[in-house]
T-cell receptor
Framework: DTEVTQTPKHLVMGMTNKKSLKCEQH?????MYWYKQKAKKPPELMFV???????INESVPSRFSPECPNSSLLNLHLHALQPEDSALYLC???????????FGPGTRLTVL | DQQVKQNSPSLSVQEGRISILNCDYT??????FLWYKKYPAEGPTFLIS?????DKNEDGRFTVFLNKSAKHLSLHIVPSQPGDSAVYFC???????????FGTGTRLTIIP
């Protein structure tokens, strides 16, 4: 089983809203990731958690705040986003930070 | 600086024939390479990978070839099926910085 789940599937929010994206995996993976993908572009890495600790932050603006409450869950808290933040947000997990990454279905975010 | 490139944005292949997707990279420090398949509004699905110490890996209809001296890899799909129509991303992983770098993607269309 290589399933990574993400909720919600779609999200529309205003620039003053606060919302959260959720990601879950039950494969016992100890590394989890957030990627952002704009249309016709490859996924871009945002954050990496390894053993529930933030190991990589790709200079992402502070309006994106990741959280890893436990080894199965990864959240991305959103606040004061801009319209250009509209994208597909992908979560991935891997056994460890050097193993093959498996992706969730993504959350399609639209910022109005 | 695009370290992983897929120079063909699109490719059309007749059903039953061989599909060959190409990928070039510039960083000789990559340790392994992967191919992902992506349908619209879904997350990338892992297909096949190859270590930098190998030159070929095969899994069913999918074969990946790596030419380290040319910094080139290719994915062969044979026979091609209509369900193979999707965007294919090659990706490269570096153990040193533990980052997965995606190529720009190739849209494959299988013509019935």
């Amino acid at each position: 089983d290589t399933e990574v789940t993400q909720t919600p599937k779609h999200l529309v929010m205003g620039m003053t809203n606060k919302k959260s994206l959720k990601c879950e995996q039950h494969m016992g993976h100890r590394a989890m990731y957030w990627y952002k993908q704009k249309a016709k572009k490859p996924p871009e890495l945002m954050f990496v958690y390894s053993y529930e600790k933030l190991s990589i932050n790709e200079s992402v603006p502070s309006r994106f705040s990741p959280e890893c409450p436990n080894s199965s869950l990864l959240n991305l808290h959103l606040h004061a986003l801009q319209p250009e933040d509209s994208a597909l947000y992908l979560c991935a997990s891997s056994g460890t930070a050097t193993d093959t990454q498996y992706f969730g279905p993504g959350t399609r975010l639209t910022v109005l | 600086d695009q370290q992983v490139k897929q120079n063909s944005p699109s490719l059309s292949v007749q059903e039953g024939r061989i599909s060959i997707l190409n990928c070039d990279y510039t960083n000789s420090m990559f340790d392994y390479f992967l191919w992902y398949k992506k349908y619209p509004a879904e997350g990338p699905t892992f297909l096949i990978s190859i270590s930098s110490i190998k030159d070929k890996n095969e899994d069913g209809r999918f074969t990946v070839f790596l030419n380290k001296s040319a910094k080139h890899l290719s994915l062969h799909i044979v026979p091609s099926q209509p369900g193979d129509s999707a965007v294919y991303f090659c990706a490269a992983f570096n153990f040193g910085n533990e980052k997965l770098t995606f190529g720009t993607g190739t849209r494959l269309t299988i013509i019935p």
